[in-house]
């Protein structure tokens, strides 16, 4: 009981997720059962009595529920095996997990997200309070203490960014990261608003915590100013003394490496004062940009001088901002994609093309329609298993699905068409080569039209299968003799 049980489970979730093939397989089942029990009989010399009658019909109706059972427990076990054939390939080939995406984050580096530039000035003045006492007789004591006041206008004159962002793809496990490595010059110009000699705090943030910079440059007025410069809470820090009204040219420049994306924004609200940044993008053409989510297309878009990449301009004046700009990687074709996705279609092929050979077997009503069927099918899904495992060698998915996959299912057609009349062979050998090879490669290749695919292959099946039936209503005699010592389990 637990067992047709379980049958019935999987039978629902099957109808449940392909309707069409679950309608295929359902309709070769009945055929199945229905061909055994009412189909061709042999000639009898004499007319078995009543009795003998009744035991003949219930053997039949036995023996089809056997071959029900037989079709129905090939078609589960084998699209067990390409279940794992799939999965097992998935494992071994572009296998992208969190635990490989932290370990390649912890070695080369994780995603970066660069913070702008803050500069704080001001200036300390000493004061002296004075305070009276209440009783008169007594003189005012007198206090001095220090105040800061923070200058609150914009020192920002002019930005000048340039970055350099080259992929690098890295491999960890069985899968391909993205990943790039950076060249990065950041040039400001600032000037001292205040009419008092300041001192100026510039904080800049580094853009990961876990990152690499090397490189690194940093100069003020065109001076080294690396001994003066201080780490703290994963920014650089640097103080510098500015004179009323005086210009500073500060340059900070670094190469790193990260994941992903580059992501670049102006966290602080302030109004942005001839801003550019150019982002080099060598080896990454037009066609390919894609902007992480939140940050603004650029202002300009040119190609490389090589015509392999592109140079993207962001610009701003007496703007505000909070939009980021920056880039995103192209996910990367992971090793084994190809084959995977025509394994992932090949299910669904293979159970047209087990179902068109079982199906037009038995409509042919030849002896040993269902015994050949099966063993196709199980060929076939033989030969999905050896695609996974040979297309590691150096003949490559293609190399193997020309020299292996395509000869083996041409050749199962051909031994299919000799159990079946001429037309109906040709037509079987067909749907074999259509179900077994095209499909699967089209759909795998052409993902967005998958469904179209599918749609039109069921379409096919069904076309085939209905001219074989109005055939056979026809010509009841169709089914009978001529062919049959060409079938193989005849004997």
């Known amino acids: 009981m637990e067992l047709l049980q379980q049958l019935i489970s999987l039978a629902q979730n099957f109808l449940d997720r392909q309707p069409a093939l679950a309608l295929a397989l359902g309709g070769t089942l009945t055929a199945v059962f229905l061909g055994t029990v009412f189909g061709r009989r042999e000639e009898k010399r004499e007319i078995p009595g009543v009795a003998m009658g009744i035991y003949l019909q219930l053997s039949r109706v036995v023996w089809a529920a056997m071959l029900v059972a037989l079709v129905a427990g090939a078609a589960v076990l084998l699209q067990s095996y390409l279940g794992r054939v799939l999965s097992d390939y998935h494992h071994a080939h572009g296998r992208l997990t969190e635990t490989n995406l932290e370990a390649v984050r912890t070695i080369w580096g994780d995603e970066q997200v660069q913070g702008e530039l803050s500069a704080d000035l001001w200036w300390e003045q000493e004061e002296t309070e004075r305070i009276e006492s209440e009783d008169l007789s007594k003189p005012a004591v007198t206090r001095k203490h220090t105040v800061r006041y923070t200058v609150a206008e914009n020192p920002f004159v002019t930005t000048r960014h340039e970055v350099t962002v080259r992929q690098n793809p890295r491999h960890k496990g069985s899968a391909v990261y993205a990943a790039y490595e950076t060249t990065c010059r950041f040039t400001y110009v600032l000037r001292n608003p205040a009419e008092h000699d300041v001192t100026a705090q510039f904080k800049f943030p580094l853009p990961s915590a876990s990152s690499m910079y090397d490189d690194l440059a940093i100069t ?3 001076t080294n100013e690396l001994d003066a410069l201080q780490v703290e809470k994963g920014a650089l820090v640097l103080e510098e003394d500015l004179a009323q009204g005086e210009t500073a040219n500060l ?8 994941l992903a994306y580059w992501y670049f924004q102006i966290r602080q609200p302030r109004e942005v004062r001839d801003f550019e940044l150019l982002l080099n993008l060598p080896d990454l053409p037009k066609s390919k940009l894609n902007y992480p989510v939140g940050g603004m297309a650029p202002t300009e878009i040119k190609p490389t001088e090589d015509g392999h990449g592109c140079m993207l301009a962001f610009r701003l004046d007496h703007a505000i901002c909070n939009k980021g700009m920056g880039i995103e990687l192209p996910s990367l074709s992971q090793p084994g994609e190809t084959t ?3 394994l992932a279609e090949a299910e669904k092929g293979w159970v047209l093309l087990f179902a068109a050979v079982v199906l037009g077997l038995t409509l042919a009503g030849g002896r040993g ?5 099966v063993l196709v099918g199980c060929a076939a899904a033989l030969g999905y298993g050896l695609l996974g495992d040979l297309s590691d060698t150096f003949l490559g998915f293609w190399g193997t699905a020309i020299l292996m996959l395509i000869p083996l299912i041409i050749a199962l057609g051909w031994l299919t068409a000799r159990c079946l009349p001429a037309l109906e062979g040709k037509l079987i050998a067909l749907e074999l080569l259509l179900f077994g090879a095209i499909y699967p490669c089209l759909a795998a290749l052409d993902g967005d039209r998958e469904t179209l695919y599918l749609n039109i292959s069921a ?5 085939i299968v209905a001219w074989m039936i109005a055939q056979r209503t026809a010509n009841p005699a169709a089914s009978v003799a001529p062919h049959d010592n060409h079938v193989v389990a005849s004997t």
Not at 251 to 258: A, E
């Open 251 to 258: 340059q900070i420049s670094f190469k790193s490496r990260g």
């Open 459 to 463: 379409f096919i099946f069904l076309a």
């Open 340 to 342: 995977a996705a025509v």
């Open 220 to 222: 003020l007025n065109g």
């Open 369 to 373: 329609g269902v015994l050949v069927g």
